[in-house]
C-alpha cells in the first residue's frame, strides 16, 4: 500500500491523545542490528592504508562507543532518530590508484571498503543517466527502514529522510574539505539499481552522488547482480512504509554547507547533547545561527528563550519580530522534555511542503547547524518529535524539525 505525502503527515502525526494511548514498550534485546556485515571471505581494504580513501574514513564514521545495558552503544559524525541509524553506504570506485575497481560496501566499525563484486567496463552508470564509465566515487546512501521502524513504526518515514540529511550534508562537508568537488547525477532508474546492488525489501537507494568526472569510454549494465546480505538481523515489514520509500524519487540535489578549517576536529566530536547550561552559551554563535542562510524550501523560525544581551521571542530570517517569553510553550512543543528548557534557543524548521526530499533538506540544513555550535563550542540537538498541530502556531507551513541549540553542560 502505496501512501502519498499527506497521508503520511496525517498518519504520522503525534498529539498529547496519542503520547498518552501509548500501550506498548520496547525490549531493546529484541532490538535489530545496527549495522550491515558482508561475509568475512570478502577482500577489505582499510580507510587508512591508502591516502585516496582517507577521506571516507570522516565520512561516516563511529565516534564514540560505550556500553549501555551490556550492549555496545554507537554515536557516528551524524545524528540518528534514537540512535538507530537506519542508513549505509555504498562506493563503487573505479581508476582510483591502488584500489581495484569495484562496488564496495562501507564498514562503517572497521572502517574498511568491503569489496562487493569487481567491475570492469560494466558499473552503476547507466542507472544514473550516464553512457560513459565514471573515474573515481560514486557514493550510493540507503536506507534501511527497519532499523527505525522497530521503534518509531510509520513515523520512522520521517526520521529516515532527516538522518539522510544529515548524512548528505557530512558527505558534502567531508568531500570539500578534502579539496574534491560533488558531480550531481541528473537522472535515475531506482529499482533496477536496487535489484542489481542485490537489495530485496529490506533496503533502498536513496541518493547517489558522484566524487570525480566522466570518462570517454562506454558502459555495461552490471554484469552480475550484487550478492543479498540482509541488513538487519531479523525484520519485519511494514507494506505503507516500505512501498513509500520505495516509491520516492532519488534526491539528487547539491546544497553547499558552511566550511571549517577544523572539520576534520568537530566532525568527529559532534554530539546531540542532553542538558544545557544557558549561562554557558556563546551568544555571538547564537547570533551566527540566526543569521545562517536556509534553503529556499525551507522556513527557519527562531525562539530565543535565554540570553544576556539579545531580545527574548520570535526572530524570523534572522531578524527580531515578537517579544515574549516562551520557554514553556516550546517545552511543551517538544513533548515536555525537560532539557529543553535549559536551552538558550531553539530552531523551528518548517517546509512549504510535506515531502520526503523537503524533510531530506530540513536535515541537511541541521547537520550544518551540528557543525557551527561545535565550532562555537555550544550544544545542540535536533529533535525530530514534537505535537505537530501545535507547531501551526508559528507558521501556515508543516513542522518538520526542531533544533534546541545552548550552553555546553
Not at 559532534?270 to 551566527?288: Q, V
Request: charged fraction near 20%; charge should be negative.
Amino acid at each position: 500500500m502505496y501512501l502519498d505525502n499527506f497521508e503520511v503527515r496525517e498518519e504520522t502525526l503525534l498529539t498529547p491523545l496519542k503520547i498518552a494511548q501509548r500501550t506498548t514498550f520496547l525490549e531493546w534485546d529484541s532490538q535489530p542490528t545496527l549495522f550491515k556485515h558482508y561475509p568475512h571471505f570478502c577482500y577489505r581494504i582499510s580507510l587508512h592504508d591508502i591516502e585516496a580513501l582517507e577521506w571516507l574514513s570522516q565520512l561516516r564514521c563511529i565516534t564514540s562507543l560505550r556500553t549501555v545495558a551490556q550492549k555496545p552503544y554507537y554515536q557516528l559524525n551524524v545524528p540518528s532518530a534514537g540512535n538507530l541509524h537506519p542508513l549505509e553506504v555504498y562506493v563503487q570506485v573505479r581508476n582510483v590508484s591502488g584500489v581495484l575497481c569495484g562496488i564496495y560496501h562501507l564498514d562503517v566499525v572497521s572502517e574498511q571498503l568491503v569489496l562487493i563484486q569487481e567491475i570492469e567496463d560494466d558499473g552503476v552508470e547507466l542507472y544514473l543517466g550516464l553512457t560513459n564509465r565514471f573515474n573515481g566515487f560514486m557514493v550510493m546512501l540507503s536506507i534501511v527502514p527497519f532499523r527505525s521502524s522497530w521503534k518509531y513504526g510509520l513515523r520512522a518515514w520521517r526520521y529516515c529522510y532527516l538522518d539522510l540529511g544529515h548524512q548528505i550534508a557530512a558527505l558534502n562537508a567531508t568531500v570539500r574539505h578534502y579539496g574534491l568537488e560533488l558531480t550531481k547525477m541528473s537522472h535515475y532508474e531506482g529499482n533496477g539499481l536496487n535489484v542489481s546492488m542485490g537489495m530485496g525489501d529490506e533496503e533502498y537507494i536513496a541518493a547517489v552522488y558522484g566524487i570525480g568526472g566522466v570518462g570517454t569510454r562506454p558502459v555495461k549494465i552490471l554484469k552480475n547482480n550484487l550478492m543479498c546480505v540482509a541488513p538487519t538481523n531479523y525484520t519485519m515489514k511494514d507494506d505503507k512504509l516500505s512501498s513509500s520509500i520505495r516509491n520516492t524519487p532519488l534526491y539528487l540535489e547539491e546544497y553547499d554547507v558552511t566550511q571549517w578549517n577544523d572539520y576534520a576536529q568537530i566532525n568527529r566530536s559532534r554530539r546531540s547533547a542532553r542538558e544545557f547550561i544557558a549561562s554557558n552559551a556563546n551568544e555571538s554563535a547564537i547570533d551566527s545561527l540566526l543569521q545562517k542562510s536556509v534553503p529556499n524550501s525551507l522556513e527557519v523560525i527562531a525562539i530565543v528563550m535565554q540570553a544576556h544581551s539579545m531580545h527574548l521571542g520570535i526572530y524570523r530570517n534572522g531578524e527580531f519580530s515578537t517579544a515574549g517569553n516562551y520557554q514553556d510553550e516550546v517545552t511543551q512543543l517538544l513533548l515536555g522534555q525537560r532539557f529543553i528548557a535549559g536551552a538558550n534557543m531553539v530552531l523551528l524548521i518548517y517546509a512549504q511542503q510535506f515531502t520526503a526530499h523537503s524533510h531530506i533538506e530540513a536535515g541537511i540544513y541541521a547537520q550544518d547547524v551540528y557543525l557551527t555550535c561545535e565550532h562555537h563550542g555550544v550544544g545542540c540537538s535536533g529533535i525530530g518529535a514534537f505535537y505537530d498541530n501545535e507547531g501551526s502556531k508559528w507558521s501556515n507551513n508543516p513542522l518538520l524539525y526542531a533544533v534546541a541549540v545552548g550552553g555546553k553542560s
